[in-house]
Structures are given as structure tokens and as C-alpha cells.
Nanobody, 125 residues
Framework: QLQLVESGGGLVQPGGSLRLSCAAS????????IGWFRQAPGKEREGVSC????????VYADSMKGRFTISRDNANNTAYLQMNSLKPEDTAVYYC??????????????????WGRGTQVTVSS
């Protein structure tokens, strides 16, 4: 059974950092492009970042550029999202997703078939 499990969320003060992990089980993450998305209360799910199957290509939403870094460790079947300089507006449930493709297309949630259940990130003083 294909499963993605996010971890690493929590409460952090503004300006702080968190590293989210996305562990895959039941399939080999090596063959999938990965995306991170988030959804804040009352808002639509939005793309945060996507990374290609090899890790050579990645893309970020404008508001995350320079603060967030997506990466993957195919040997350990895990993807990561390093989040620095966190702001209160980054508060959301963060989801990882996978699609059986070398590359993402537009890093939109509609192109990803498999999803984790999410991890809560709260940025507050």
C-alpha cells in the first residue's frame, strides 16, 4: 500500500526554523516527483515547492523563495522541506505528495496522485 507520512511540524516562534520530513512506504520514492503543499484555515491548498525525481530540478512559490529548501534522499525513501525565517502567515497544515513522473509540470496539487495526511505548522510568539 502506497503511503506518505509527514512529520516535523510543530509550534515555532517567528523567525524560527523547522524541517519537515515525508517518508514513503509501500513504493520506491525514486520513481516519483515530490511536492509540498499547504493549507491554512479558510484558504485553498497552495503549492509550496516541488522537486524532480532526480532532485536536479526544483521550484518554489514566490513567498517561499530564499526561505524554504526542498530536498530528497532517495536512498532513504524520504523527502524534506527545510523552512527558515518562518512567519505567522506560514501557519498551515503541510502536505507532501507524489506523482509517478520524472518531473512536475506546474507544481499544482491537481497533478499529484498520492498524498500524506499532513503535519501542522504553527508560527506564533
Amino acid at each position: 500500500q502506497l503511503q506518505l507520512v509527514e512529520s516535523g511540524g510543530g509550534l515555532v516562534q517567528p523567525g524560527g526554523s523547522l524541517r519537515l520530513s515525508c517518508a514513503a512506504s509501500g513504493f520506491t520514492l525514486t520513481y516519483y516527483a515530490i511536492g509540498w503543499f499547504r493549507q491554512a484555515p479558510g484558504k485553498e491548498r497552495e503549492g509550496v515547492s516541488c522537486i524532480s525525481r532526480s532532485g536536479a530540478s526544483s521550484v518554489y512559490a514566490d513567498s517561499m523563495k530564499g526561505r524554504f529548501t526542498i530536498s530528497r534522499d532517495n536512498a532513504n525513501n524520504t523527502a524534506y522541506l527545510q523552512m527558515n525565517s518562518l512567519k505567522p502567515e506560514d501557519t498551515a497544515v503541510y502536505y507532501c505528495a507524489a506523482v509517478a513522473s520524472n518531473y512536475y509540470h506546474s507544481c499544482s496539487f491537481s497533478e499529484f496522485a498520492s498524498w500524506g495526511r499532513g503535519t501542522q505548522v504553527t508560527v506564533s510568539s
